[in-house]
């Protein structure tokens, strides 16, 4: 059975700590994702990796970095953490193209970080 | 990343009507359109996908129809249970990368039994 899972379900940090959310997934995946998920703003792209050591920025990157050393997991590192960054955020994977021609992307069951 | 509006953002329906949730682009050129269901405490999940040529396509209770024209897909819900009740997203292939999302910003569906 699939799997995606994060690191922790709920976190809470200061204003300034660095801080890492890890992501595994178990499907041998090439794609690895990182979203933020705020009311009313949906899901946006922060990061993705489309192999190992390689990430792109998605359209949200500022103030996160990524790192991918192993294929099957991909971490979130937020250098300086910030009251704006108070979030949900969800790993997700996806691999080979479907018969539609689209990657069904699989999602972890995120994780829900607090910044005071 | 690229516009796409969903509408509505929340929608009360009664066990056993239908649910249409719409969603409107503005890339031309996209060609792979997926509706997430999230449920509440879980990631989203796939539940039905469609290609740019094809015009509807259906899995038992849900449809999802494309009008290439208008830019617009809609999924389509029928004999909805209290189950159904989460939040759906429409989405489709952000064009910096062919394997990333752009995500519509949800529609909380509520089924009342």
């Known amino acids: 059975d699939v799997k995606v899972t994060q690191s922790s379900r709920y976190l809470v940090k200061r204003t300034g700590e660095k801080v890492f959310l890890e992501c595994v997934q178990d499907?041998?995946?090439?794609?690895m994702f990182w979203y933020r998920q705020d009311p009313g703003l949906g899901l946006r792209l922060i990061y993705f990796s489309y192999d190992v050591k390689m990430k792109e920025k998605g359209d949200i990157p500022e103030g996160y970095s990524v790192s991918r050393e192993k294929k099957e997991r991909f971490s979130l590192i937020l250098e300086s953490a910030s009251t704006n960054q108070t979030s949900m955020y969800l790993c997700?994977?996806?691999?080979?193209?479907?018969?539609?021609?689209?990657?069904?992307?699989?999602f972890g069951p995120g994780t829900r970080l607090t910044v005071t | 990343g690229e516009n796409v509006e969903q509408h509505p953002s929340t929608l009360s329906v009664q066990e056993g009507d239908s649910a249409v949730i719409k969603c409107t682009y503005s890339?031309?050129?996209?060609?792979?359109f997926p509706w997430y269901k999230q449920e509440l405490g879980k990631g989203p999940q796939l539940i039905i996908d469609i290609r740019s040529n094809v015009g509807e396509k259906k899995d038992q209770r849900i449809a999802v129809t494309l009008n290439k024209t208008a830019k617009h897909f809609s999924l389509h819900i029928t004999e909805t249970q209290p189950e159904d009740s989460a939040v759906y997203f429409c989405a489709y292939p952000n064009s910096n990368s062919g394997y990333a999302l752009n995500f519509g910003k949800g529609t909380s569906l509520l089924v009342t039994p």
């Open positions: 890339d031309s050129a996209s060609n792979y």
């Open positions: 997700a994977s996806s691999s080979a193209p479907l018969s539609s021609g689209g990657y069904e992307q699989y």
């Open positions: 499907m041998d995946h090439e794609n």
